[in-house]
């Protein structure tokens, strides 16, 4: 079973780097995020998952951790994250951390011990090969960086060697199988992690690249299960209210591998990808750029059954299990706003809110902040441009921070009109005040949260996309032109909604990039 705060829970993710300053440093603090608690709660937000805000080198923004269980200096102390947990819960706000199980950062100091000629305890927390000048079998290592003969393994970059949680068929001498005891105290290690944060405060985590664990690993991830299942049974025994989520994207597998939600990230080809960012920039793949032939696009070749293709397998699959994440985007992602256009973020954020299981939205997506041109930063790559400075206010660095402007972590949006939130709570129509209002509806209707049964009813190219969530009726249409499907909503109230939408006749007629909640 679920914690039961997940039922109604909308999350707020929280790049720490960017959030919000406030000892002028140009970089953002736990100070700042519990200044800012209040407007998280004012969104309809009732839950934060803050990225990796750990001791790091921060060569990956902090995916790199140096120690699980010391909060990076730049952000504040252990105290300060303590007490950011305890004014949360005082305002209904439960705090997901960041784990980042796969892999530690090269200046670990288990992978310091493990780098060893001599034999520890540490030899075996990380995979190394026999021999110094030994391959791995195809799986990426480097060699040559320690005094120890032998080379490691990695995870994601050069500086994450992957921990050992073992083979799941181990056929080299140096490969050790998943019961072998070196590799079961990883596991074990990674728990008392767990335990020392939710020991804390912390109300559970989001978790990195949750299905690389185990190496060699089977279809159906049986390895890599088997211990997300064992860190699970700890969770219902001692933590019955932790909530886990998972970056895997096969909820088949990871919402019974054990995690209460997966998120439904944009694979490309996959259906949700077909929503927000079904296109292909030139630099993302050195080809030519694809036409953007999202859902939500007005002018866009609408269809939703490549979204719903893919997702009413796995949603008929799971709803009995856990739920499906659907998110705005993340820390990983471009931002949908590079895209998309306010009145089709309107849609596109009423859509995922209106859907069931348990939503996310990135900070900035609620004022539709853009997705900037920016150099490298932390190995953030193409994911620089957005995480960029949360846009508050008209003042300086956007209210973001009292520094100057070349000390900022990353330059604010230098466009006259950037959006910030002091500038679209003013106005009734804004994108925020959509996002609120969306969120408001949500909390209001059980039907609309977490668990009520989602059937899709009118998924006629052409036509409005209409769903039924539990009695209420909910239909979107995000063409530029009128459209109409033969559905009877005849004298059904009307809770909320975008541009036009009658019924009449048994006629739903939506006006162009419209959305509309019927009861
Ligand atoms: C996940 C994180 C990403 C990070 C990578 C390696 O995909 O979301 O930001 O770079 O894992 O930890
Ligand atoms: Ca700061």
Redesign the pocket.
């Known amino acids: 079973m679920a914690p039961k705060w997940l039922k109604d829970a909308v999350f707020y993710e929280i790049y720490p780097q960017s959030f919000k300053d406030t000892n002028g440093d140009g970089i953002g603090d736990f100070n700042g995020i519990i200044e800012k608690l209040d407007y998280i709660k004012s969104l309809g937000c009732n839950a934060l998952w803050i ?1 990796p805000c750990f001791d790091s080198p921060f060569k ?2 902090g ?2 951790v140096r120690d699980y269980k010391k909060v990076a200096p730049r952000y504040g102390t252990n105290n300060d994250l303590y007490r950011l947990f305890g004014e949360a819960h005082k305002k209904g706000i439960h705090v997901l951390l ?1 784990l ?1 199980p ?2 530690t950062s090269e200046e670990h100091e288990w992978f310091r011990q493990s780098q060893k000629a001599e034999k520890n305890e540490y030899t075996n927390r990380f995979i190394w090969t026999d021999f110094c000048f030994q391959g791995a079998k195809g799986l990426p290592y480097i060699g040559g960086e320690s005094e120890r003969s032998a080379t490691y393994i990695l ?3 050069k500086c ?1 060697p992957a921990l050992n949680y073992g083979f799941l068929h181990p056929d080299e001498p140096w490969q050790l199988g998943i019961d072998h005891p070196d590799t079961i105290a990883t596991r074990e290690a990674m728990k008392d992690v767990m335990r020392f944060w939710l020991d804390h405060g912390c109300d559970g985590f989001r978790v ?2 949750a299905a690389s664990l185990v190496k060699f690993d089977d279809e159906k991830k049986s390895g890599t299960s088997a211990i997300w299942k064992n860190v699970r049974e700890m969770l219902d025994a001692d933590y019955p209210e932790a909530a886990m989520v998972s ?1 895997w994207s096969d909820p088949k597998l990871a919402l019974r591998a054990g995690y209460h939600m997966d998120f439904y990230l944009n694979h490309p080809g996959g259906g949700y990808n077909s929503l927000m960012r079904d296109y292909q920039p030139a630099w993302w793949a050195g080809e030519e750029d694809k036409k953007d032939n999202s859902y939500f696009k007005k002018d866009a070749d609408r269809d939703i059954s490549r979204f719903l293709g893919e997702y009413m397998d796995w949603y008929e699959d799971t709803k009995e299990i856990g739920y499906i994440s659907m998110l705005t985007c ?3 992602t471009v931002r949908p706003r590079f895209n998309l256009e306010p009145d089709e973020l309107k849609l596109a954020y009423a859509f995922l809110f209106t859907m069931p299981g348990v939503p996310y939205l990135y900070y900035g997506d609620e004022i539709g902040m853009r997705y900037l041109d920016l150099p490298t930063k932390e ?2 790559y193409f ?1 620089t441009g957005s995480r960029t400075p949360m846009q508050w206010d008209e003042s300086a660095n956007l209210g973001f921070s009292d520094g100057c402007a070349d000390s900022l972590y990353l330059p604010v949006d230098p466009a006259g009109d950037a959006p910030t939130v002091a500038g679209q709570e003013k106005d009734p129509y804004s994108l925020l005040n959509t996002v609120k209002a969306l969120l408001a509806l949500r909390h209001a209707q059980e039907d609309l949260q977490a668990d009520a049964p989602f059937v899709p009813v009118c998924t006629e190219k052409g036509k409005p996309f209409v769903y039924q969530r539990g009695a209420l009726l909910v239909a979107v249409n995000p063409a530029g032109t009128d459209v109409c499907a033969e559905v009877d909503a005849d004298g059904r109230e009307c809770l909320y909604k975008i541009g036009k939408a009658e019924a009449a006749d048994g006629k739903l007629v939506m006006g162009p990039q419209s959305f509309v909640v019927l009861k």
């Open positions: 990225n990956d923004a995916y790199d960041d980042v796969g892999h995870n994601f970059f994450q990195d690249m970056e993340n820390h990983d190995g953030g994911r």
